[in-house]
């Protein structure tokens, strides 16, 4: 597969606006394995405030949080996506997101680049970031 460079993506201003105004996030292919940077990103977000709801195909709990088997599934509203999966599957996650109506800001994890999909979200309305870490950028606007 060959790797894209990120065309559609928030500056930093946006990226700090994103964290100040965003409550809920649903991480997708969030991990049980404390070993893995979903769970490590999804845990220190937790501690900063944020509601975090995992989305895994299996599991009942993580970090304390219902898990969801998908994006739909989440009874009430979701502010961010932050997007812990292949390149390929960000196509139907921005269909979904798109769908769902209330997703605010679509973030794709350091290393995951769709522009395709990016600029779906983007056109629907949403903030878009990709190729960059949540817990490094928020680490990083706290100083």
Request: with cysteine; net charge negative; hydrophobic share 40%.
């Amino acid at each position: 597969m060959e790797c894209e460079f990120p065309t559609v993506n928030s500056n930093m201003n946006e990226i700090k606006e994103i964290f100040e105004n965003v409550k809920t996030i649903a991480v997708l292919g969030l991990s049980p394995d404390e070993s893995k940077d979903s769970h490590r990103v999804a845990k220190y977000l937790q501690g900063q405030g944020y509601k975090i709801i995992p989305v895994y195909p299996k599991g009942e709990t993580i970090l304390g949080e219902k898990v969801y088997n998908s994006l739909a599934e989440i009874p009430f509203e979701v502010d961010m996506v932050d997007i812990f999966r292949k390149p390929a599957a960000l196509d139907a996650i921005a269909d979904a997101c798109i769908k769902r109506g209330d997703v605010k800001v679509f973030w794709a994890q350091k290393g995951i680049v769709n522009n395709e999909a990016a600029k779906k979200a983007q056109d629907a309305g949403m903030k878009v970031v990709q190729n960059q870490c949540t817990m490094v950028d928020h680490r990083n606007l706290q100083g």
